[in-house]
């Protein structure tokens, strides 16, 4: 039996997570999955303090790994490799995962992998499901990134669309910062909204019918401000919680729409294709029936990673470090961590100023 055993480190952003993770001849074992949230540090902030993130990540990191092994029932001569998150996302936060993981891998004579956090969403769903066949569509959508990509193969990403200005996490947390719903807004304001009246407002559908499946959320948060600057009543704020996250639902399924033909247009029209929808927001269940029932309509098969898998993780970053380990896909020491890192290392950067679309 084919065995590998990897050690994964995650602190991109404001979750301080390690686990072991296992390949039984290709097919994973989560041993251990533990993720410290930052939540209460950050709660009144309204927002992720990036100093104060690392800061937490370096008090808690090392006890965090501990657990993880100890939970694994496992021993770290017992792992084959070390994967930690190197980027996209806060460099001083970035810094500390990838500095122990370096620091263990060295110490330990065992291979070092960079992950690329968005490849850990990516590839989350197959901690679950069975083997999940190349090419897929993938729609990412946390609190950083919301895009559409054609997986062709492992490593093969080519990016049908992104937002061009906030992410689709950001534009919930943003909202529900101004119904005063707290921080980080997201799960808050979908239990919010429940009862709420979908139809009591009218937003924006930003790009609506242009822009191929680029998103934009940035006009739908101005709107919200507009509205919630004047409403007074509990019920009022319901009411504007549940009819953002229509219009979110409404602009995910339109766009997904779009993105679901430029796929078909490369890969065929009357196959049978996996889309996976991954990152944060994938765990809004209205969201998930609403992308569910559209991609089952459109012969497409709609793959979820299960709830505790949705937010960030250490497991994911753990399972791109096996499957690059196998390919032999090993990083040096002196790897850098990247602010920025995108799947598709061809596609345009849409933001900032002269965008034309
Ligand atoms: O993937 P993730 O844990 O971290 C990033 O890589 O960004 O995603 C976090 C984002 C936050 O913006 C959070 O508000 C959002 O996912 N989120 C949700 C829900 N749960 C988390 N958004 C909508 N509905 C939810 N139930
Ligand atoms: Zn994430």
């Not at 822009?211 to 948060?221: D, E, M, P, T």
């Not at 991609?295 to 960030?312: H, Y």
Request: glycine share 8%.
């Amino acid at each position: 039996m084919k065995k590998i055993t990897f050690l994964g480190i995650e602190t991109s952003c404001d979750e301080t997570a390690a686990a072991v993770i296992q390949s039984l001849n290709g097919k994973p074992k989560i041993l251990s999955n533990v993720v410290l949230s930052q939540i209460k540090q950050h709660a009144r902030y309204g927002g992720v303090v990036p100093e104060l993130a690392a800061r937490t990540h370096i008090e808690n990191i090392d006890k965090i790994i501990s657990k993880a092994l100890q939970k694994s029932k496992l021993d770290l001569k017992d792992i084959d490799g070390v994967a930690a998150t190197t980027g996209p996302g806060l460099v001083v936060c970035l810094n500390v995962g990838s500095s122990i993981g370096k620091s263990l891998a060295g110490f330990l004579k065992k291979p070092f992998i960079a992950v690329n956090h968005l490849e850990g969403h990516a590839l989350s769903p197959a901690l679950i499901h069975q083997k999940i066949s190349y090419p897929y569509l993938l729609l990412l959508i946390s609190g950083g990134h919301s895009q559409f990509l054609m997986v062709k193969s492992f490593d093969q990403y080519v990016q049908l669309g992104t937002t061009i200005d906030d992410a689709v996490g950001e534009a919930f947390d943003k909202t529900a910062k101004l119904l005063d719903l707290g921080y980080p807004g997201g799960a808050k304001l979908e239990k919010f909204a429940v009862g709420g009246d979908e139809e009591a407002f009218i937003l924006p559908f930003p790009l609506f019918r242009k822009a191929g499946s680029n998103l934009s959320f940035a006009g739908l948060k101005t709107a919200v401000m507009r509205i919630a600057e004047n409403l007074k009543l509990k019920k009022h704020k319901k009411d504007l919680a549940a009819s953002f996250q229509k219009i979110v639902e409404k602009i995910l399924e339109e766009k997904t729409k779009v993105a679901m033909e430029q796929f078909r247009a490369e890969m065929g029209f009357n196959e049978n294709f996996p889309f996976i929808i991954a990152g944060g927001v994938a765990a809004n269940k209205k969201i998930r029936a609403r992308l569910k029932q559209l991609a089952e309509g459109k012969k497409f098969t709609p793959i979820f990673p299960p709830l505790e898998l949705c937010g960030d993780n250490a497991a994911m970053i753990a399972w791109v470090g096996i499957q690059k380990f196998k390919r032999k896909k090993f990083d040096s020491l002196n790897t850098k961590i990247r602010s920025r890192w995108a799947l598709d290392a061809s596609a345009p950067f849409l933001k900032g100023p002269g965008l034309k679309l």
